[in-house]
């Protein structure tokens, strides 16, 4: 299993913030590297919400479908992927700091696959670029929630 994690210091309630994140609907406005999103669940987000998302990765597109789970407002939730022989888990909490919130992102992929397990050593090259990249999605969403409380 691989890991990375990543964590950003929002100012903005630990409500604000964690509304922003889990609004899926509005994260290809919010987060840049984001291009599309589309929802396949109806209703609002939650336990069990599947989307796919297309990102711009290392100067391509990208699209992986996600479910949510564990949907706890507003103390986290976890997106759920499989995708190229690998399981998929990115855990998302928040911790209130009075006005402010620590958002922490972990990742974690787990092959299933021989081929993914064969390419497992890939990741080490790969993680300084995941590490950046998860850690700008974290500064959009800053910038996001800092100017919705802004203007509150």
């Known amino acids: 299993m691989a890991s990375i994690t990543v964590q950003k210091h929002i100012n903005a309630p630990v409500e604000l913030v964690f509304a922003k994140a889990s609004d899926v609907h509005n994260w290809a406005n919010q987060i840049e590297a984001i291009t599309k999103i589309e929802v396949h669940t109806e209703g609002p987000v939650g336990d069990g919400t599947r989307f796919t998302e297309t990102r711009k990765m ?33 855990t998302h909490s928040f911790t209130s700091e ?8 972990r990742f974690e992929g787990t092959p299933r696959t021989l081929p993914a397990k064969l390419m497992g050593f890939m990741f080490a090259f790969m993680k300084k670029s995941m590490c950046t990249m998860l850690e700008k999605d974290l500064d959009d969403l800053a910038r996001a929630c800092e100017e ?5």
């Open 98 to 105: 009075g006005e402010s919130t620590t958002m922490t992102l």
């Open 58 to 90: 290392w100067g391509k597109e990208a699209s992986e479908t996600m479910t949510f789970a564990d949907f706890d407002p507003p103390n986290g939730f976890t997106l759920l992927a499989s995708s190229h022989g690998c399981d998929y888990v990115s």
């Open 148 to 152: 919705a409380a802004a203007s509150e």
